[in-house]
């Protein structure tokens, strides 16, 4: 590697292996991302080159695009998409019906994704049988009563998701309590590290964690790092692994950008995931990035929540990131890593049951929707969520009201300060008759919401990666934990509580006095909602 790329900074307790880098639409042109982005458009500029040659100077090239129409029409029909993203599919086909066909049979058949698809299957059935369910456990009659056995045994179908007793939980309702609990817990470890999460950026969260990682590899620590491949656009390096692995910290991101069209674009690693030894486990919607802990301030005060999760149930999370990690190894290694730990005072008298869960996007299973549509299903007094996006298919949004509508107490906190204007707009579609069915929904004043918390009845929780949107719920590889009866579901009920004392209702009045730029905006990407 030349000089030029080598750059290391270590002051203040903080590491940061990349320089400062300054922004501007040169720069972007030669990096290496602004390279890959331009390949990409030349690729798509070629593929429409040829459409309207062929459209210009074929006169039988209309009837084939009559006959593609009405071939990828019945297609639709007999297909699994979901009804609205019929809607959307057959909206494009009727615009644009060859593009829009070819897009379609793009994305449907994986192209420039099916190693990796069929990769995953094969590391998801080889380890099915690697964490065993205790039968006694499942057999418990609050288990039963609640068909929270019911649930174990769905998301089986699609992994190896045992429930597990004799596990501690500590809810972390900021990022800032969570960096604070995660940096002692770091410095404690003896064997291993893993991490994976969809965002890593340099700045002092990363800098001041990346010291602890680099002093527990120098002792003889296994420690691993796996991040979005997205962060090379404008967060990362494309060789910040390399940079890594010279302070002995083994790194791979996740279906990294390349020069060419590829479905796996689609596919991102969303989780949040942080295993110590097999001991201790972080899950939530917190990130390594400054904003997340509050040290810069990009969208107002930025809201989020994480758990901490000690005991047996920590085996599933480093089960989780085996399963990224192997995804390119020859020769995968799970075992030496799945070793169930030795029970503590803290673990052995823990009440409540915990089930991690993961949601993988290439299989049949929409296990994210499904699991919070069972907790909507069943609840009989309140259901209390907060999301940052509310991008929601027909299915979600009528489980919503028809659970306010038999007279459950549901109310949803999004942000009073969007990220993205575009979600923000959709979010603002779906007020109306999510309102009028009897759901409460409520704008968080102070900033962002970017926590993913249910909670219901005082019995049932999750908390972990998974938002009210298409990508999250469809396109994201996503992980979560699900609590029933421990005691740290009180303390994210009175989180709720907290941030609820915050916000703003949404009411008909604040709906008829609603931007024109949302209303107009939210209403177009309506119509593409399924496929952002």
Not at 223 to 240: A, F, H, T
């Amino acid at each position: 590697m030349s000089k030029r790329s080598e750059y290391y900074d270590e002051k203040d307790g903080i590491i940061h292996l990349m320089p400062k880098q300054k922004r501007g639409f040169l720069r972007f042109l030669f990096s290496r991302i602004g390279l890959v982005t331009v390949l990409i458009l030349v690729q798509l500029g070629l593929i429409l080159t040829a459409y309207r040659w062929f459209d210009e100077y074929f006169q039988w090239f209309r009837v084939l695009t009559w006959i593609l129409t009405i071939t990828m029409v019945f297609e639709l029909f007999s297909s699994d998409t979901d009804a609205t993203g019929k809607l959307t599919w057959l909206l494009l086909m009727a615009l644009t019906p060859v593009p829009a066909a070819m897009l379609y049979l793009f994305t449907e058949n994986d192209v420039g994704h099916r190693k990796i698809k069929n990769r995953i299957s094969e590391l998801i059935s080889e380890t099915k049988e690697k964490l065993v369910q205790d039968p006694e456990v499942l057999a418990r009659p609050e288990i039963v009563c609640s068909a929270t056995d019911d649930l174990c045994k769905y998301l089986n179908r699609s992994g190896c998701f045992p429930l597990y007793d004799h596990t501690a939980v500590q809810y972390l309702p900021s990022g800032e309590e969570k960096f604070e609990v995660l940096l002692r817990e770091l410095q404690k470890a003896e064997h291993f590290i893993f991490m994976e999460y969809f965002i890593i950026g340099e700045g002092q969260v990363w800098g001041k964690i990346l010291k602890i990682l680099k002093e527990k590899a120098a002792q003889g620590v296994d420690v691993r790092v796996v991040y979005d491949g997205m962060c090379e656009i404008k967060i990362l390096s494309y060789d910040y692994p390399n940079r890594l692995e010279r302070l002995g910290i083994k790194c791979k991101p996740f279906s990294p950008i390349h020069p060419f069209l590829s479905t796996h674009y689609n596919y991102r690693d969303h989780r949040k995931i942080l295993v110590i030894d097999g001991k201790i486990a972080f899950n939530g919607g917190i990130n390594l990035s400054d904003e997340y802990m509050n040290l810069t301030h990009p969208f107002g005060y930025w809201k989020d929540a994480a758990v901490m999760i000690q005991g047996p149930a920590v085996q599933s999370f480093t089960l989780m990131f085996l399963q990224t990690w192997n995804i390119d190894e020859k020769e995968p290694v799970w075992d030496p890593y799945l070793k169930l730990p030795a029970q503590s005072s803290t673990t052995e008298t823990a009440p409540g049951y915990v089930l991690p869960f993961a949601d993988c996007p290439l299989d049949e299973y929409k296990v994210g929707e499904n699991v919070y549509m069972d907790i909507l299903s069943r609840a009989k007094s309140y259901v209390h969520v907060m999301t940052p996006y509310l991008i929601l298919d027909n299915e979600l949004e009528q489980s919503l009201k028809f659970a306010a509508q038999r007279g459950v107490n549901v109310k949803l906190i999004l942000p009073g300060i969007p990220d993205k204007i575009s979600a923000y707009s959709l979010a603002k579609t779906h007020y109306r008759p999510l309102t009028e069915a009897g759901v409460h929904i409520f704008e968080y004043a102070p900033g962002f919401v970017h926590a993913k918390v249910f909670v219901s009845d005082n019995e049932k929780a999750v908390v972990g990666t998974i938002n009210l949107d298409y990508r999250s719920l469809y396109h994201h590889f996503e992980c979560a934990t699900y609590l029933y009866r421990t005691p740290c579901i009180t303390d994210i009920e009175k989180d709720f509580q907290t941030a609820l004392s915050q916000c703003t209702e949404v009411t008909p009045e604040s709906i008829r006095n609603e931007r024109m730029s949302y209303r107009i905006l939210g209403r177009l990407l309506k119509f593409v909602a399924p496929l952002m």
